[in-house]
């Protein structure tokens, strides 16, 4: 049940230049979407979100652009530094319907290398 | 920073033995997940928790596995006869009043020999 779909399992971009992580979805009751960053030996580190009635978010140097009726996000890390260099999950939430549950469907991850 | 903070790091523990995972939520967060992530695949959704009861649980979570509030700042994940696929990597998390944004603990690394 692929709900969440991260296609590359691994990206590898020179700092300084723009990375770009995708992420597709199959469910049209998904209405917010997550990226999580992860170290080994480390939980998921909430990084940025959207939600469905936005077409764009940034903070600092990530931004998530969300495409609804491709059903798929993008999360753009510009400049690209060795620090970014993590797992990175794209993670969707939605159909709650008002109740508190709000869990969330997560892709597989990319591996991000930022060399230097 | 607050942080969800959980123990222990790393459980191994026979096929067929119950184990307890241990998670300390942040403080002044209301809902409560476990998700585990099996080895190469991806991280899953158990089960998620509010006002002292299950408000949703997944197809794994059938009857071995089950999760109590024992006081005021602890959340608990029991599976009472561990099987060899339960070898996973344990996540806690909590979020506050924003619906979404879910903070995670580090994990717990179950083995289950």
């Known amino acids: 049940d692929q709900q969440v779909k991260q296609n590359s399992p691994s990206l590898s971009v020179q700092e300084g230049r723009i990375s770009i992580l995708n992420c597709d979805y199959t469910?049209?009751?998904?209405?917010?979407f997550l990226w999580y960053k992860k170290y080994p030996a480390e939980g998921p580190t909430f990084l940025i979100s959207?939600?469905?009635?936005?077409d764009k978010n940034e903070d600092g140097r990530f931004t998530v652009f969300l495409n609804k009726s491709a059903k798929h996000l993008s999360l753009h890390i510009v400049p690209s530094q060795p620090g970014d260099s993590a797992v990175y999950f794209c993670?969707?939430?939605?159909?709650?319907?008002?109740?508190?549950?709000?869990?969330?469907?997560f892709g597989k991850g990319t591996l991000l290398t930022v060399n230097p | 920073e607050p942080e969800v903070t959980q123990t222990p790091s790393h459980q191994v523990t026979q096929m067929g033995q119950e184990v307890i995972l241990r998670c300390v939520p942040i403080?002044?967060?209301?809902?409560f997940y476990w998700y585990r992530q099996i080895l190469g695949q991806k991280v899953e959704f158990l089960v998620s928790?509010?006002?002292?009861?299950?408000?949703?649980k997944s197809e794994i979570f059938d009857d071995q596995f089950s999760v109590e509030r024992p006081d005021g700042s602890n959340f608990t994940l029991k599976i009472r006869s561990t099987k060899l696929e339960d070898s996973a990597m344990y996540f806690c998390?909590?979020?506050?009043?924003?619906?979404?944004?879910?903070?995670f603990g580090p994990g717990t690394r179950l083995t289950v020999t």
């Open positions: 998390a909590s979020r506050g009043l924003a619906p979404y944004e879910q903070y």
């Open positions: 469910n049209s009751m998904f209405d917010y």
């Open positions: 959207i939600s469905s009635i936005k």
């Open positions: 993670a969707a939430s939605g159909g709650n319907s008002g109740g508190s549950n709000y869990k969330l469907t």
């Open positions: 403080s002044n967060h209301l809902y």
């Open positions: 928790f509010y006002n002292n009861e299950i408000s949703e």
